[in-house]
């Protein structure tokens, strides 16, 4: 009796957090009836804004997004994954564990007072210093053209790198600590330098693991709505350079729901959310297929 008591309420659990996500999904859908039937797919598409006009496109947010949060990825997980081997297999014990706890407060900063950081100390250093130069250097290329504001997508991402690098480092370091020490020890019996057994041996033994935190850090980076909304300008425009401002949906959201008057104006904004909501799961499913399929890999080699 009391393992089908156990087995029944933690079946009870599990199906709660799919009812919740379900819920949420109804009540997002339901809620963007009149922007949905207004403008169809073609919300996806269309770059206009004006709500004065009540004329709605989400094609800038969705950009502004998508390419914070890889610009953001392609910043932190270098250096989350280069810190999480240096914890794991250089650093003293002493010192990792310091470090780890350090990281790790980090995660529980709260994102507004990321934003205020941005604000007051790294959008004066875009501005005077960092924008500058890379216009003056790289100023040929489309993604380094235009004024200096300070604010921007690149400055945007800097702030997000910096929010999921405790997640990417944490979760990596972790993995590499569970890889087995025997793992390791063939490899040095084989005359494999330190360098040689963590590439060779720990870091492949860990992919997976490395992976995921990658995946987990991407679905904070999409949805962190303050910080981002701080920094990045909130103009919503589609352009080349990464310097100048742009919008994201948890941006939008967030700015102008209360200042939606109309019905239309606050279902496009929910739609907004189903959107966001869309494209997490999107690539969280992806994640998950990704991870799968090199775990089947694996398992086939070994």
Request: aromatic content about 10%.
């Amino acid at each position: 009796m009391g393992d089908r008591l156990f087995k029944g309420l933690t079946l009870f659990f599990a199906l709660c957090i799919f009812a919740i996500a379900v819920a949420i999904a109804w009540q997002l859908w339901t809620n963007s009836a009149l922007s949905r039937h207004e403008f169809g797919w073609s919300f996806l598409t269309k770059q206009i804004w004006d709500p004065v006009a009540e004329k709605y496109g989400a094609l800038p947010f969705i950009f502004g997004t998508l390419v914070s949060s890889v610009l953001a990825l392609l910043i932190a997980v270098p250096l989350g994954v280069g810190v999480a081997v240096f914890l794991a297999e250089l650093a003293p014990r002493n010192i990792s564990n310091a470090c780890a706890f350090l990281i790790e407060l980090l995660a529980a900063i709260p994102s507004v007072v990321y934003g205020l950081i941005g604000m007051f100390v790294l959008v004066p250093i875009m501005r005077k210093q960092v924008q500058p130069f890379l216009i003056k250097s790289l100023g040929f290329l489309p993604l380094f053209r235009g004024p200096a504001y300070g604010i921007g997508m690149l400055t945007a991402s800097i702030i997000l790198a910096v929010m999921i690098v405790p997640f990417i480092t944490t979760i990596s370091r972790e993995v590499l600590l569970s890889v087995p020490r025997a793992q390791k020890e063939a490899a040095m019996a084989l005359g494999a330098t330190h360098w040689e057994v963590v590439r060779m041996a720990v870091v492949p033994y860990a992919r997976s693991g490395i992976y995921g935190s990658i995946f987990l850090a991407l679905g904070r980076a999409l949805g962190e709505t303050m910080a981002v909304t701080m920094v990045i300008g909130n103009r919503p425009e589609i352009t080349a350079s990464i310097l100048a401002p742009g919008y994201t949906m948890a941006a939008v959201i967030a700015n102008e729901f209360t200042e939606a008057t109309t019905d239309l104006y606050l279902h496009t904004l929910v739609q907004i959310g189903l959107v966001l909501f869309g494209i997490t799961i999107i690539v969280n499913g992806l994640a998950r297929l990704f991870l799968l399929k090199m775990h089947v890999n694996t398992a086939g080699l070994e």
